[in-house]
């Protein structure tokens, strides 16, 4: 798996996951929207072990650009609320700063 594939992955699950907390606590849905919540957030952390770096904290600063991003699509397409400008630039330079993160040259020890 890519890293790119398991970041997507993760920010589909920890969305999904905190999600049904929020349909929970805020929406009045049923607490058994926690048993695919949690099962959501466990898959999340897994698959951000997936991710091609050797350091934890690398590796979850360069998610938080994918995270984002996912989060306003999660907003357009399951709450209808379509991403202004603002959003889509705040985004890309988060975008740009994960690529910063990942890709940027570094030591081969690191």
Known sequence: MTSLAAFVGAAL???????AFWA????GQS?????????????????LTLVD???AGRAYAAYGGIYI???LVWGWAMEGHRPDRWDVAGATICLIGMAVILFGPRPAAL
Not at 13 to 19: D, K, P, R, V, Y
């Open 53 to 55: 770096s050797p350091l």
């Open 13 to 19: 699950m920890e969305i999904g996951g905190c999600f």
């Open 69 to 71: 991003a996912s989060a």
């Open 31 to 47: 607490p058994l929207w926690l048993i695919p919540g949690m099962a959501a957030l466990a898959l999340f952390a897994y698959l």
């Open 24 to 27: 929970w606590l805020r929406l």
